[in-house]
């Protein structure tokens, strides 16, 4: 990995959870209050270049903000290699615009050093959300951004007889203890990610795995996977952080 002023400031994943609450499973939600949503946070293509006097006190104060959010019970902090996706967000708000709002208030984005993308509302099982307890250290997991494939056509035959496979293939893989958290996007909110899986494996475990899930045998989702770190407690327990 590259280590410059600039890649040492935000070699970050938060996993923001802004109070738990009920959250419908339907593939069509309706919107509604007490919704989740899930924000990437990219490296812009036009990233600034900045002084290590400007980096340090852009990073005091995305730190400090982070710092405040833990107090607050709603962030974990963890970290990602360093590619074009630094990090997440989830958030649990009435509506994306607030989503974005908040997510558009972080220092890193405000100065331009991360863009925030709001998918969702996303339809997951809150009680697989944790606030971050006394425990310290890091856990090891395989983020999967499932976005739309070749064959992907919500009015073709069999379309939501598939979805729903893939629904309870997310079931299975949950009871098994394989994925910590996983869920769909509504088919009314448009673009391209259509679920988030975040299994307890390693990549290439959680790459044998997929190969079973109905949607991406069928050739609906193409799934992205990306190795991917949170503080322990925030999820079931995943892989020992090396």
Not at 115 to 134: M, R
Not at 211 to 216: G, R, T
Request: glycine share 8%; proline share 6%; aromatic share 8%.
């Amino acid at each position: 990995m590259r280590r410059n002023v600039g890649d040492l400031l935000f070699p970050l994943i938060v996993f923001a959870l802004a109070g738990l609450a009920p959250a419908q499973a339907q593939t069509r939600q309706t919107a509604s209050s007490s919704q989740y949503f899930f924000v990437l946070l990219n490296r812009p293509s036009d990233t600034p270049q900045l002084t290590q006097e400007e980096g340090e006190k852009l990073q005091g104060a995305h730190m400090g903000n982070i710092r405040k959010m833990t107090a607050e019970h709603k962030l974990t902090v963890a970290f990602m290699d360093d590619t074009v996706l630094r990090g997440i967000f989830v958030f649990r708000a009435d509506s994306a615009a607030e989503a974005q709002d908040w997510a558009n208030s972080d220092p890193a984005v405000k100065a331009g050093r991360l863009s925030a993308e709001v998918h969702g509302p996303w339809l997951i099982d809150p009680s697989a959300l944790h606030q971050p307890g006394e425990t310290t250290g890091l856990d090891q997991y395989t983020l999967v951004l499932m976005k739309k494939s070749e064959k992907w056509k919500a009015d073709a035959l069999g379309f939501d007889s598939v979805l729903e496979q893939h629904a309870i293939f997310t079931k299975q893989m949950t009871a098994n203890g394989s994925l910590a958290v996983g869920g769909l996007f509504p088919l009314s909110v448009p673009g391209e990610l259509r679920a988030v899986d975040i299994f307890r494996k390693n990549a290439a475990q959680t790459a044998t795995l997929l190969k079973d899930d109905p949607a991406v045998k069928a050739g609906l989702l193409s799934p992205e996977i990306h190795a991917w770190a949170t503080g322990k407690g925030v999820l079931a327990p995943g892989q020992p952080l090396k």
